[in-house]
């Protein structure tokens, strides 16, 4: 069983939005602080949105006010709400606990932002 499986990516146009959707299973991931990281060829991934088991969140400044992140602790969701795309949001996202562990990477969701 894939403990992470993010999903709900896609082609949008700049000023669209998308609602990535992160799985996660085959333990309680409740107790942990959760993160949605981004990474395009050649960077590093980036953390961008982070939300504790209690729900306070963090982001980095480039998305802040634009995207937003929450947890549905009962069914083991994790959300990334984007808005207001523009084409440097364009990356393959990804779930993982905050800070993230290596067994955790999943495929991960490509998100592209172009007209």
């Known amino acids: 069983q894939v403990p992470v499986v993010e999903s709900g990516g896609g082609l949008v146009q700049p000023g669209g939005s998308l609602r990535l959707s992160c799985r996660t299973s085959g333990r309680s991931f409740s107790a942990f602080a959760m993160g949605w990281y981004r990474q395009t060829p050649g960077t590093q991934r980036e953390l961008i949105a982070a939300?504790?088991?209690?729900?306070?969140?963090d982001y980095v400044d480039s998305v802040k006010g634009r995207f937003t992140v929450s947890r549905d602790k009962a069914q083991n969701m994790v959300y990334l709400q984007m808005n207001s795309l523009r084409p440097e949001d364009t990356a393959l996202y990804y779930c993982?606990?905050?800070?993230?562990?290596?067994?955790?990477w999943g495929q991960g969701t490509q998100v592209t932002v172009s007209s």
């Open positions: 939300v504790t088991p209690w729900s306070s969140t």
């Open positions: 993982n606990t905050n800070p993230p562990h290596s067994d955790y």
